[in-house]
Every structure is written in C-alpha cells, then in structure tokens.
C-alpha cells in the first residue's frame, strides 16, 4: 500500500507515520523543510519537497499513491484564512483526480458541519465540502478538542501555577487525546475495503471542563493550578503578538465564542467507535506530567 501524508509533522501525523512504517506501508510526505524529518527518510519515508500551496507539489507527491491522508496545516500569518484553507483543498482534489487516488482519509473537527460561526472548525467543513468534489471514497474524521492544547500553557504552569485560555472555565466539552486520533486514523487508512462518503466523529472518552482539566493537572503535579479564562480583546491581542494575522486572530476567536456557546455540537450519539479510551486523568498522569518532568520544567 503507498500512503500519502500531506504533513509529517504534528501530533497526529508525526503518530500516524511510525505506525505505517511497522505495516510496510510505503510512505510519502510533503515537507517545506526536508532537512528536519532526516529521521523519517533514514527509515524508508520519501519526502517530496515543497508546499502544499503549490498543485505541483501535491499533485507529484500523489503519484502512485492508493491513500491521502489529509490534514489543513494552520498558516499564523495568512491575510485571508478562508481562502488558504480552501485553495489547499482545491490543490488535492486536482492532485487526487490526476493520479486516481482511491481513498482519502481527512483530518476535519467536531462541528465542522457548521459552515459559519466557528471559525477555523467552520473553515474545515468547506475542506470537507471541497474534497467531496473528488473522485474518491472520504471518511472525514471529525475529532473533539486536543488534550494537548494544554501543551501550550507549560510556560504558565511552570511560571506563575495558572493556565489562561478562552474557554468557559466550567463548560464540560468533549477532549480526545491525539494518539486515539492517530489509532482510529491508521485503523482506516489500512482498511481496504470502505467506499463512499463518511463522516465519523471522536468524542474522546468523557466531557470535561477546563477547570477540572487544571484541576487534574494540578493534582498530578503536587500544586494547586489555577484556571484563568480569557477575554476577547485579550486573546486578541495575545494571538496578535505572536504573529497572527487579523484574519486568522479573528477565527480563532470565532471559534472561541462558537465553543463557549454550544454552536459545536456531536451530530451522533456516543459510541463504542466514537468513544475513545483515553481519559483527561490518564492523559495528565501517563503523558503531560511526565513530559514536563522529563524536560525538567517541573
């Protein structure tokens, strides 16, 4: 089997890969920076250089491929996210139809059926709406909200014992570790036999408030932790000055107020395939923690 991936990077596809590998699947990525997955090279993986902003490169990296695995990378710095999102997927649906790729495995969000007020989740249903425009069988995946979001909050923890975001503190919502992302993908990419359009949604094992996410983080940590949500304008203006666009800075917060007001919703019911094993607990105790500890941040 010959796997295309449109990233080798991230959580999820840098989790996807080494399991390929131990199948024998052929794997290729795209990469703008080749010089930095040298590791996956030395083990087999071809690397096509270039971006997925240029149908060239898709389109090469696609050749003789029977699966795409398909994930949107954020660009911080994009004036029109909208449009960014939306010509990336143009450029694997010519790619996919050029080289007749049977199957695509795409990388969406819970909610991505809502067309607006999401922002960056909206954004992922016109990908999904795009796609679909291809000659291949689709099974969007659409995941809940990443546990490893709280990754980006470590300098907090380990400077002041808070972790500020714009979510409402004591809102329950679904969260989903991304290895249970990563497995349910890999089980599909490997399946030969799917036809059609699909949509499978991941709800993770539970739903949790942020406040007690801290709260468990905290608890694994020795030290109380402290939940600080975010304004608008404050989220605003951090996002702004860590380069964000206006336009993406907006989506984002759009997301944001569309989380925190129930405007992302399960279309399914929960169960045994949409309900991952992984707990907020288990995550804390088996994955963020120890990082932390082995980095030597706490």
Same mark, same amino acid.
């Given at each position: 089997?010959?796997?295309?991936?449109?990233?080798?990077?991230?959580?999820?596809?840098?989790?996807?890969?080494?399991?390929?590998?131990?199948?024998?699947?052929?794997?290729?990525?795209?990469?703008?920076?080749?010089?930095?997955?040298?590791?996956?090279?030395?083990?087999?993986?071809?690397?096509?250089?270039?971006?997925?902003?240029?149908?060239?490169?898709?389109?090469?990296?696609?050749?003789?491929?029977?699966?795409?695995?398909?994930?949107?990378?954020?660009?911080?710095?994009?004036?029109?996210?909208?449009?960014?999102?939306?010509?990336?997927?143009?450029?694997?649906? %010519?790619?996919?139809?050029?080289?007749?790729?049977?199957?695509?495995?795409?990388?969406?969000?819970?909610?991505?059926?809502?067309?607006?007020?999401?922002?960056?989740?909206?954004?992922?249903?016109?990908?999904?709406? &795009?796609?679909?425009?291809?000659?291949?069988?689709?099974?969007?995946?659409?995941?809940?909200?990443?546990?490893?979001?709280?990754?980006?909050?470590?300098?907090?923890?380990?400077?002041?014992?808070?972790?500020?975001?714009?979510?409402?503190?004591?809102?329950?919502?679904?969260?989903?570790?991304?290895?249970?992302?990563?497995?349910?993908?890999?089980?599909?990419?490997?399946?030969?036999?799917?036809?059609?359009?699909?949509?499978?949604?991941?709800?993770?094992?539970?739903?949790?408030?942020?406040?007690?996410?801290?709260?468990? &983080?905290?608890?694994?940590?020795?030290?109380?932790?402290?939940?600080?949500?975010?304004?608008?304008?404050?989220?605003?203006?951090?996002?702004?000055?860590?380069?964000?666009?206006?336009?993406?800075?907006? %989506?984002?917060?759009?997301?944001?107020?569309?989380?925190?007001?129930?405007?992302?919703?399960?279309?399914?019911?929960?169960?045994?395939?949409?309900?991952?094993?992984?707990?907020?607990?288990?995550?804390?105790?088996?994955?963020?923690?120890?990082?932390?500890?082995?980095?030597?941040?706490?």
């Amino acid at each position: 089997m010959n796997v295309t991936m449109s990233t080798a990077s991230g959580h999820i596809s840098s989790k996807i890969i080494p399991q390929l590998l131990n199948e024998g699947v052929n794997v290729t990525v795209i990469s703008r920076h080749p010089e930095k997955i040298q590791d996956l090279k030395r083990r087999g993986v071809k690397i096509v250089e270039g971006s997925l902003e240029d149908p060239k490169v898709v389109q090469r990296a696609c050749k003789d491929a029977d699966v795409l695995f398909w994930m949107t990378p954020q660009k911080l710095d994009a004036e029109d996210v909208d449009s960014y999102m939306q010509q990336l997927a143009h450029n694997a649906v %010519k790619a996919i139809d050029t080289n007749k790729v049977k199957r695509v495995v795409n990388l969406s969000s819970l909610g991505a059926e809502q067309h607006s007020g999401l922002g960056l989740v909206s954004g992922l249903g016109e990908v999904e709406e &795009i796609l679909n425009g291809s000659t291949a069988a689709i099974t969007h995946f659409r995941p809940a909200m990443f546990m490893e979001n709280f990754e980006t909050q470590i300098p907090n923890i380990a400077a002041e014992g808070k972790i500020y975001m714009a979510f409402d503190g004591g809102k329950p919502v679904p969260q989903i570790a991304t290895e249970d992302i990563a497995d349910a993908m890999v089980n599909r990419i490997l399946d030969r036999d799917w036809t059609g359009r699909q949509v499978q949604e991941l709800h993770g094992a539970e739903d949790i408030s942020f406040r007690d996410s801290a709260r468990i &983080i905290g608890q694994e940590l020795g030290r109380e932790l402290q939940y600080v949500e975010v304004s608008p304008d404050e989220m605003r203006r951090e996002l702004l000055q860590h380069g964000a666009s206006p336009s993406m800075s907006e %989506k984002y917060l759009e997301m944001f107020d569309g989380i925190n007001h129930g405007r992302s919703k399960r279309l399914m019911a929960r169960t045994p395939q949409s309900t991952t094993q992984t707990r907020f607990a288990d995550f804390a105790r088996e994955r963020f923690v120890p990082s932390l500890r082995d980095r030597r941040i706490m």
